[in-house]
């Protein structure tokens, strides 16, 4: 019996269609975990200021990353949430971004948990 889980929102299997090899896979993870750990703050301070702007060019980079790493669930979440961030209030935005900060603080424990069984350094 494994005493790993399945990820959530992590999708490995979809990253090394993407990519293509498992060493490219864990250099681009890194990336990611990085930038979740930077970024998500950013958007969330950026939000409780108002600045729609800083938070959806935030939200239009992670959601560069979604399509190779994610289930479609959080792709489509992303998707949304940085599509509001151009157009709608910014309590909309931040009520959506709250319901989808803790799905990406999961993702961000994911890659880490992955990071941690698959990397060499």
């Not at 299997?13 to 930077?38: C, P, S, W, Y």
């Not at 703050?41 to 702007?53: T, V």
């Amino acid at each position: 019996m494994s005493s790993s889980t399945s990820p959530t929102y992590l999708s490995v299997e979809r990253a090394m269609e993407f990519i293509g090899d498992a060493n490219g896979v864990l250099t681009l993870l890194k990336t990611l975990h990085q930038t979740l750990g930077e970024e998500l703050p950013r958007i969330q301070a950026m939000l409780d200021q108002g600045d729609l702007h800083g938070a959806n060019r935030l939200l239009h980079q992670l959601k560069g990353f979604t399509p190779v790493f994610c289930v479609d669930s959080l792709v489509e979440q992303v998707v949304s949430v940085e599509h509001l961030s151009k157009h709608a209030e910014p309590s909309d935005v931040l009520s959506a971004y709250m319901r989808l900060a803790p799905q990406l603080a999961t993702l961000r424990s994911e890659v880490a948990h992955h990071l941690s069984l698959h990397s060499t350094a």
